[in-house]
């Protein structure tokens, strides 16, 4: 390592002001930060200082999904190797059937590693794709701006990977994350002034302009010929039962078991890593209660109110929080520090309207069933408003406070 630190520190003067790349200093000074910690240090007013910096924070984000992603590419492969038993397939066409077979892996859906790496295959080339083509245009948009390409790129691409199907195209996938990283952040000015998730901008961008890729029957499946619903999909035709006749269990659900987005299967993996998050205070416990106690009560709501015509209203709370992305979104989309409401107040109500909204969508949308994406960007639209009314109520409680301590004249 002081062999890289000398090499940095003699390619400094070439990059800094005056130096033959100035142009380039912010790929310098993400090489620079990828392997040392900065040496600038905040030493005085105004600004905040804490002991933990956005590096960690980001770090700390990719070990909190990092359950989500080794279960999401075991049920990958479990799904397609249980889908090849049953079609009497024996191998896999093109290259990851030859790199498969190159490392003697087999299609054994009752094997651990044979359904990991079978589903690593489906996931590393979708989360290259995104992490290069994301990173080119975080790499630009420094280079112009002069500014530092900072990690939040990091936490963006694997969420933005963990959302899409398996078997999604990756020139699908490069054009989703140019969406969210260009439309979605560096257009508002970069980390920390875009109020839309640029995760769930592409990814919402990706729902709507490639609505057959993203949300039908054949892409959960990574097997060419067989088509199979996720239990949301299926509920929004027949309900719980429509689940449970196609002898899926909600432990099932609840454990990962079941075809879906790569990184939402497992909603147990997932509550996991948000408690990390949770217990290392990068997540606000209050917005994903206010999530949780929104979903809740509109779903009992619904349940109470119920309806012949759409078997989705009968829908209990806990399926809802085991299928679809509902828990993905809770626990790491909901909770970005900069999309989110920022008042503590604020937090209960910007959660308590993504919960609300995305059983509203649920139940009462056919054509979207899976609801928790649009409620994050709505209510992203709506965290300012949020935090402008609770900052005035709180400016008007003081004001009567005082007015009613002054002795009257």
Known sequence: MAKTRE?????????????KFEKYYAVYE???????????VTRGAPHVRDGIDLKRVMIYVWLAVMPAMLVGCWNIGFQANSAMAELGMTSVDGWRGALLELFGNSYNPNSVLDNFFHGFAYFLPVYMTT???????????????????NEGFFVTSILFSLTLPP???????????SFGVVIGKEVFGGTGKNFLNPALTGRAFLYF???????????????????????????????????????????????????????????????????FLVITGVANWRIILGVFLGMV?????????????NP?????????????????????????????SMTNAGRYAFGALIGFMTILIRVINPAFP????????????????????????????????????????
């Open 30 to 40: 993400m090489v620079d930060t990828f392997f040392y910690s900065p040496p600038d």
């Open 167 to 177: 078997t999604i195209p990756l020139w699908m996938v490069a054009l989703g994350v």
């Open 131 to 149: 992490f290069i083509v994301g990173g080119i245009w975080e790499v630009i948009f420094a280079a112009v701006r002069n500014h530092e390409v």
């Open 370 to 409: 899976e609801g928790i994406m649009l409620a994050i960007l709505f209510a992203n639209i709506f965290a300012p408003l949020i935090d402008y009314a609770v900052v005035n109520a709180n400016i008007k409680r003081r004001r009567n406070r005082l007015a009613a301590a002054q002795p009257a004249a």
């Open 312 to 340: 989705m209203t009968s829908m209990p709370w806990y399926w809802h929080l085991s299928i679809g992305g509902f828990a993905f979104g809770m626990m790491f989309m909901a909770t970005d520090p900069v999309s989110a």
């Open 209 to 275: 302009a490639y609505p057959a890729a993203m949300s039908g029957d054949a892409v959960w499946t990574a097997v060419d010929g067989w088509t199979g619903a996720t239990p949301l999909g299926m509920a929004a035709l027949g309900g719980v039962s429509a689940i449970t006749d196609s002898g899926m269990t909600w432990m099932q659900t609840f454990m990962g078991q079941l075809p879906g987005s790569i990184g939402e299967a497992s909603t147990l993996a997932i509550l996991i890593g948000g408690a």
């Open 297 to 309: 009560a509109t779903a009992t709501l619904m349940n109470a109110v119920g309806s012949a015509d």
């Open 7 to 19: 090499f940095l520190d003699r390619m400094h003067p070439l990059f800094a002001k005056g130096g």
